[in-house]
């Protein structure tokens, strides 16, 4: 199987966030559809992101909005 390409794969809830995972543009317009224009990445989310955890992209969504809400 080839390794996910955040820069052009599309994008859904239910996406796994792989070892090769990057917050890239493609990233970036998925979560601003989720959780709004307001969306920025920050540090703490970043390694929340990446800290080895099994999770979606619907799960970082959720996240994120749980986070600034």
């Given at each position: 199987?080839?390794?996910?390409?955040?820069?052009?794969?599309?994008?859904?809830?239910?996406?796994?966030?792989?070892e090769n995972?990057?917050?890239?543009?493609?990233?970036?317009?998925?979560?601003?559809?989720?959780?709004?224009?307001?969306?920025?990445?920050?540090r703490p989310?970043?390694?929340?992101?990446?800290d080895g955890?099994?999770?979606?992209?619907?799960?970082?969504?959720?996240?994120?909005?749980?986070?600034?809400?």
């Open positions: 199987m080839a390794k996910f390409d955040w820069h052009s794969d599309d994008i859904d809830r239910e996406t796994p966030v792989t995972y990057m917050s890239t543009q493609n990233v970036r317009r998925f979560m601003k559809s989720q959780c709004g224009e307001h969306f920025k990445f920050d989310f970043m390694l929340w992101i990446k955890n099994p999770k979606t992209m619907g799960h970082v969504a959720d996240e994120w909005v749980n986070r600034h809400s």
